[in-house]
């Protein structure tokens, strides 16, 4: 197994077999930005269609009261993890900011991720201050260390299997 530095964003896995080029920090910030836009519009639709349906688990949603403020906080965390887990599981690793940028989540041998790392993911991500972990070079977030994955450019990367570089 010949592997480069893990400072580089390169790796070479198998003697050319594939290698793989970690995504640079703008386009997972790019990505990010797509996410939570995406992720805060499906909120709002989500927020219209409760206060049509129960006008009463709306105005408990958007309280000034401390209880219910902590809990829409938790409920929002919980939103996200879920859709962010969704979409990199449904997706095979990417999300619509991932589409966008041509980046995918892959597990460190460069395998597709499975739907548990999706989700593990997806939770990470509501973890208080997990965006400031993806300050450096390279970008290394929690989410990626914690479930030992990373984002690749598919771009400058050649991944096992032909259905992950289309």
Known sequence: MNQESTTSPEFSLFEN??????????????????????????????????????PQIAAFLISDDPGPSLLSTLFYLALYALYMGSAESLLKGKTLGKYLTRTRAVNLDGSPISTRTAFLRGFSRATPFCAFSALGSPCDPWQDRWTKTLVVDEQQSNLPGSDLNA
């Open 17 to 54: 077999d594939f290698s793989y080029m970690r995504a640079s920090t703008g386009k997972r910030l790019l990505n990010y930005i797509i996410d939570v836009i995406v992720f805060y519009v499906l909120i709002f639709i989500l927020a219209f269609l409760l206060a049509a349906l129960s």
